[in-house]
């Protein structure tokens, strides 16, 4: 007879009463790796040294809490009677629409007031951005969400992938699309894609426009075979946002080349 199949344990380890989650350990690597490569890059073009320290020490706080305050107001019928849940980020739900909103308004801020082109300093972001998301989904794995809907063993074992994910995806007596994996693999390859970029040396701002539209195609089409999308009516609200980045973006980046509001490129030294 098989053994049942356990799911990996979400908890790490604990510090007396306290415990720590993997779900927080991934997300934390995810965002210190993120920074570290968004400075270098930052010195590499000439930035003042402390200037993404600076900046991340308040986007990070406020994309954290933006992110969870994206996902309870779309999840209130739930939240509205568990009041106490609501800072519990550690058991999951927070939204990456909602941490974007947050980190670009805080950035957006943050420049002026150091005088310093948003643009430039959202470019040289990109990359990290999507390889924090990448790695940060992994954070999901360990908290069995995220996924899709019901597949076989057979399906999964096809996808040549790992027994330890396959059992992962083992929930409830059923296994479900590793949704998660679908997404990782699609920010690693963009953060790929973005560093090629690099080289060619594109016009300001865009980089971080082609950056929301490869994450808003691959999330359009992923989220649709999700079982937990925060819905607005009948409506993902993932897939909604992701239409109106795509579109947007892209009307941005051709408005800007139009107005020549671009013309200074990303391997420039001026702010």
């Known amino acids: 007879m098989n053994e049942p199949i356990q799911p990996l344990d979400p908890i790490a380890f604990s510090l007396g009463p306290i415990q720590v989650h993997w779900y927080g350990i991934i997300i934390g690597v995810g965002l210190a790796l993120a920074m570290y490569i968004a400075m270098k890059e930052g010195n590499r073009r000439g930035l003042p040294k402390d200037t993404f320290a600076d900046l991340l020490l308040w986007a ?12 309870v107001i779309f999840e209130w019928d739930y939240y509205k ?16 629409h909602g941490a974007l909103i947050g980190s670009v308004l ?16 959202a470019d040289i972001a990109a990359p990290s951005i999507i390889l924090g998301q990448a790695i940060g989904r992994w954070g999901n794995f360990m908290n069995q969400e995220a996924h899709g809907g019901e597949v076989t063993r057979e399906f999964l ?10 059992n992962q995806m083992y929930i409830n007596g ?4 590793p949704t998660f994996l679908y997404e990782s693999i699609w ?12 080289r060619a040396n594109l016009r300001r701002g865009e980089m971080f426009l082609t950056y929301v539209i490869w994450y808003s195609v691959g999330r359009y089409f ?7 999308s925060l819905m607005l009516g009948e409506l993902r609200m993932a897939q909604m946002i992701s239409i109106v980045l795509i579109v947007g973006s892209i009307a941005l980046l051709l408005y800007r080349r139009k107005k020549q509001l671009s013309d200074l490129r990303y391997l420039d030294s001026e702010n």
């Open 222 to 228: 992923i989220e649709g075979m999700r079982t937990d």
């Open 106 to 121: 805080t950035a957006y801020v943050f420049s002026k007031k150091r005088g310093i082109s948003f643009w430039k300093l």
């Open 174 to 177: 059923s296994y479900y699309h």
């Open 60 to 71: 990070i706080p406020i994309a954290i809490i933006s992110a969870r305050i994206y996902y």
């Open 187 to 198: 920010d690693l390859a963009g953060f790929i894609f973005l560093l090629l970029l690099r």
């Open 81 to 96: 009677n568990n009041l106490t849940a609501i800072p519990q980020i550690w058991n999951g739900g927070i939204a990456i």
């Open 157 to 166: 074992e096809n996808l040549y992938l790992p027994d330890f994910v396959i």
